[in-house]
C-alpha cells in the first residue's frame, strides 16, 4: 500500500518546462523544515545550471533547436510549500491509461490510490517579451495544464523512487517532469508547444517565438480551486533572460 507522506512544493528555475516538485516531509512543518528548504536552494540552482548546459543534446533532435546563447543567464525562483492536509479537497482519481497501456505494477497500484491518488493542481504559464512590456502589453498565456494528467501519481513517484533501496530522507526534493495534457494549449514546455521549433507561436505584438530570446519574462502560476473551498495559491515565479556578458 502507497502510504508515503509528502508535501507539494512549488520550486522553479524558469527554463520554460513546467514540473511539479514533491517534497518528501512529515506531518509537521516547522521554522528548521523551512529554513533547510531555503538552504537547498543551492542544490537546486546547481541542476538548473547542469539542465540548461544539456540543451546542447538536443541538436540531434532539430536543427537551431537551442537557444540563442547557452550562457544566457536565467534568473528566478520560488519556494512555497503547500501540505497534502491542505490539499486534501483537491485530491482526485489517478490518470486513466489509455486502453492498451500496461497497469502498473503491483507495488504501485493499491484501490486508494486509484481513486485519490491525483491532484487537481491548475498550472499557468506565460510570456511577456521586451517589446511587449515597452508597449504596455500584458503577459501572454502560453499555456494552461493541470496535474491530475501526470502519467503517474505523487505517491507512484515516491515509491518507485524508493524501492530500489535509495535512501529518501525528509527534504529530499522529487520533480514530476513536464507537466502537459491532452490538448495544444496544454503542453508545459516550449519544445512541445512549438512542436521542436518548427511550430512558431504568435505573440500580441507581432511577435513569434520558436525559442526564448533575450529580454524575455517567463511567468508560472500555480493554484487550486474548486466551489465550496478555499482557494489555495503556490505563488507566481518570474525570470528573464539576460543577455550575455
Same mark, same amino acid.
Given at each position: 500500500?502507497?502510504?508515503?507522506?509528502?508535501?507539494?512544493?512549488?520550486?522553479?528555475?524558469?527554463?520554460?518546462?513546467?514540473?511539479?516538485?514533491?517534497?518528501?516531509?512529515?506531518?509537521?512543518?516547522?521554522?528548521?523544515?523551512?529554513?533547510?528548504?531555503?538552504?537547498?536552494?543551492?542544490?537546486?540552482?546547481?541542476?538548473?545550471?547542469?539542465?540548461?548546459?544539456?540543451?546542447?543534446?538536443?541538436?540531434?533532435?532539430?536543427?537551431?533547436?537551442? +537557444?540563442?546563447?547557452?550562457?544566457?543567464?536565467?534568473?528566478?525562483?520560488?519556494?512555497?510549500?503547500?501540505?497534502?492536509?491542505?490539499?486534501?479537497?483537491?485530491?482526485?482519481?489517478?490518470?486513466?491509461?489509455?486502453?492498451?497501456? +500496461?497497469?502498473?505494477?503491483?507495488?504501485?497500484?493499491?484501490?486508494?490510490?486509484?481513486?485519490?491518488?491525483?491532484?487537481?493542481?491548475?498550472?499557468?504559464?506565460?510570456?511577456?517579451?521586451?517589446?511587449?512590456?515597452?508597449?504596455?502589453?500584458?503577459?501572454?498565456?502560453?499555456?494552461?495544464?493541470?496535474?491530475?494528467?501526470?502519467?503517474?501519481?505523487?505517491?507512484?513517484?515516491?515509491?518507485?523512487?524508493?524501492?530500489?533501496?535509495?535512501?529518501?530522507?525528509?527534504?529530499?526534493?522529487?520533480?514530476?517532469?513536464?507537466?502537459?495534457?491532452?490538448?495544444?494549449?496544454?503542453?508545459?514546455?516550449?519544445?512541445?508547444?512549438?512542436?521542436?521549433?518548427?511550430?512558431?507561436?504568435?505573440? +500580441?505584438?507581432?511577435?513569434?517565438?520558436?525559442?526564448?530570446?533575450?529580454?524575455?519574462?517567463?511567468?508560472?502560476?500555480?493554484?487550486?480551486?474548486?466551489?465550496?473551498?478555499?482557494?489555495?495559491?503556490?505563488?507566481?515565479?518570474?525570470?528573464?533572460?539576460?543577455?550575455?556578458?
Amino acid at each position: 500500500m502507497i502510504s508515503w507522506r509528502y508535501h507539494v512544493v512549488s520550486i522553479v528555475a524558469v527554463v520554460l518546462a513546467f514540473g511539479l516538485g514533491v517534497l518528501a516531509g512529515t506531518s509537521v512543518v516547522n521554522d528548521n523544515f523551512i529554513a533547510d528548504i531555503q538552504a537547498n536552494y543551492g542544490r537546486a540552482q546547481e541542476q538548473r545550471d547542469a539542465a540548461i548546459a544539456l540543451v546542447g543534446l538536443y541538436e540531434e533532435f532539430a536543427d537551431g533547436l537551442q +537557444p540563442t546563447l547557452l550562457d544566457d543567464v536565467l534568473i528566478g525562483e520560488e519556494a512555497i510549500v503547500v501540505t497534502m492536509e491542505a490539499l486534501a479537497p483537491f485530491r482526485t482519481a489517478a490518470f486513466e491509461r489509455p486502453e492498451g497501456d +500496461p497497469q502498473p505494477l503491483d507495488y504501485l497500484n493499491d484501490e486508494n490510490n486509484r481513486k485519490f491518488g491525483g491532484l487537481d493542481i491548475n498550472f499557468e504559464v506565460y510570456i511577456q517579451t521586451e517589446r511587449m512590456r515597452s508597449e504596455n502589453i500584458e503577459p501572454h498565456l502560453l499555456s494552461s495544464s493541470n496535474s491530475k494528467d501526470l502519467y503517474w501519481t505523487v505517491g507512484q513517484m515516491l515509491t518507485h523512487h524508493a524501492s530500489n533501496g535509495c535512501n529518501l530522507q525528509t527534504g529530499d526534493l522529487i520533480a514530476s517532469g513536464t507537466v502537459s495534457g491532452r490538448e495544444k494549449d496544454e503542453r508545459g514546455c516550449l519544445l512541445e508547444l512549438t512542436w521542436r521549433g518548427t511550430e512558431p507561436i504568435e505573440l +500580441p505584438s507581432g511577435e513569434t517565438r520558436r525559442f526564448l530570446e533575450d529580454g524575455d519574462e517567463i511567468i508560472m502560476k500555480g493554484y487550486c480551486e474548486r466551489e465550496g473551498f478555499r482557494r489555495i495559491g503556490f505563488g507566481e515565479c518570474r525570470g528573464r533572460i539576460l543577455p550575455a556578458d
